[in-house]
Nanobody, 124 residues
Framework: QVQLVESGGGLVQAGGSLRLSCAASGRTFSTYAMGWFRQDPGKERDFVAAISWSGGRTYYADSVKGRFTISRDNAKNTVYLQMNSLKPEDTAVYYC?????????????????WGQGTQVTVSS
C-alpha cells in the first residue's frame, strides 16, 4: 500500500513557476514508477509526466515538454514536478500516482495509487 500526498499548488501569473511535491508513505517507494496527471472540472484526467523507478527515464506530454520537469528523490520518498513558463491552460487539479510498471507510462489505468490532488491556477 502506498499513500500519496501532493503539495505546492497555488495561484500564479502566466509565465511564472511552481514546484509540486508528492510525498509517499511506505518503504517501497523506490520500486514504483511515478506519474503526474491533471484534470479540469468536467474533463478527463490527462497525462503530464512520468518517471521510472530509478529516475533514469522520464516522459512528458507534448503540451508541457520543455517547460515542466519531473524528478524524484528516493531517499526522501518524494517526486517533484517543476513547472516553468506556466500558461492559463495549465490550470487544473494536479495528481501524482504510482505504478508498478518498470519505466512509467502515460496510461492512467496502469496506476495503482493516487493522491488527493493539488489545485494549480494560472492567471492571464
Amino acid at each position: 500500500q502506498v499513500q500519496l500526498v501532493e503539495s505546492g499548488g497555488g495561484l500564479v501569473q502566466a509565465g511564472g513557476s511552481l514546484r509540486l511535491s508528492c510525498a509517499a508513505s511506505g518503504r517501497t517507494f523506490s520500486t514504483y514508477a511515478m506519474g503526474w496527471f491533471r484534470q479540469d472540472p468536467g474533463k478527463e484526467r490527462d497525462f503530464v509526466a512520468a518517471i521510472s523507478w530509478s529516475g533514469g527515464r522520464t516522459y512528458y506530454a507534448d503540451s508541457v515538454k520543455g517547460r515542466f520537469t519531473i524528478s524524484r528523490d528516493n531517499a526522501k520518498n518524494t517526486v517533484y514536478l517543476q513547472m516553468n513558463s506556466l500558461k492559463p491552460e495549465d490550470t487544473a487539479v494536479y495528481y501524482c500516482a504510482a505504478t508498478k510498471t518498470a519505466w512509467g507510462t502515460s496510461a492512467l489505468r496502469e496506476y495503482d495509487y493516487w493522491g488527493q490532488g493539488t489545485q494549480v491556477t494560472v492567471s492571464s
